[in-house]
């Protein structure tokens, strides 16, 4: 299955990810009793992790790869960026 391939886990809150030494980078904060899953992804570069909310699960409906829904996720913050940056 795709989420066995690229290496899900099953969700866990903010505290348990937390205990397992599992924080997010930069500038997103994740709520302790927020549940949330793990996902590993092959890159070019080696192996990237995201720890992935209920929205992400929406965009799996639609298409249930992982690849799929990261590449929507990415796309949507390239837009989000384009558009805060002033021409």
Do not use: C
Request: charged share 20%; no cysteine; proline share 5%.
């Amino acid at each position: 299955s795709d989420a066995a391939e690229e290496g899900a886990t099953s969700p866990a809150t903010g505290a348990e990810w937390a205990a397992r030494g599992v924080h997010p980078l930069g500038q997103f904060t994740l709520d302790m009793s927020q549940s949330a899953s793990l996902l590993e992804f092959t890159v070019e570069d080696g192996k990237e992790s995201w720890l992935t909310l209920a929205n992400f699960g929406v965009i799996t409906r639609y298409n249930n790869r992982n690849y799929y829904a990261m590449s929507v996720f990415q796309l949507a913050e390239e837009l989000k960026a384009a558009f805060r940056t002033p021409p």
